[in-house]
């Protein structure tokens, strides 16, 4: 079990446009007692010794943005090194149809990564033809996701 007295953890995560994915980070890592960091800002070198790293992004057009794509496929292969990925996103994930979390499983998988958990929720989404109508999932992440998150991440504590 991972106790919030010693989790030492890390959250990546790239968060753009309303920054959705941010807080649903900050709102995990509350919980995790794990630092969270935008993937331009981290290096390789702070997931050494994680005993916890989570993969954040919000889904752009089906993916994890590009960036935080390329900074997993640049990190080293693990021994089973713990980790979860979570996502914002304006149409909600549905396994076989639109799952946004598949690229970045993918990734992790291949570098041994033992994936203990995902999350998703509704984002605040503007992006190309939605800005003309002002956007869907106004006000979201809203207090219940958040909710949500940190629920999430109570259940992580529990493994």
Do not use: W
Not at 20 to 43: Q, Y
Not at 54 to 77: M, R, T
Not at 118 to 129: A, K, M, Q, V
């Amino acid at each position: 079990m991972i106790k919030k007295e010693t989790m030492k953890g890390i959250i990546i995560y790239a968060s753009f446009h309303h920054k959705n994915t941010e807080k649903i980070a900050r709102a995990m890592g509350s919980v995790l007692g794990a630092k969270t960091i935008d993937f331009t800002e981290a290096g390789g070198q702070e997931l050494l010794g994680a005993g916890l790293i989570g993969f954040g992004s919000g889904i752009y057009y089906g993916k994890f943005h590009k960036g935080l794509l390329n900074f997993a496929k640049n990190l080293p292969e693990t021994n089973g090194q713990k980790a979860f990925i979570f996502s914002t996103a304006g149409v909600k994930q549905i396994p076989f149809l639109n799952s946004g979390h598949k690229s970045i499983r993918e990734i992790l998988r291949a570098k041994n990564f033992n994936i203990v958990g995902e999350f998703d929720c509704p984002g605040y989404d503007t992006n190309s033809l939605l800005k003309c109508f002002g956007g869907i999932n106004g006000g979201r992440p809203n207090k219940e996701d958040i909710k949500r998150a940190k629920d999430f991440a109570r259940g992580l504590c529990r493994m």
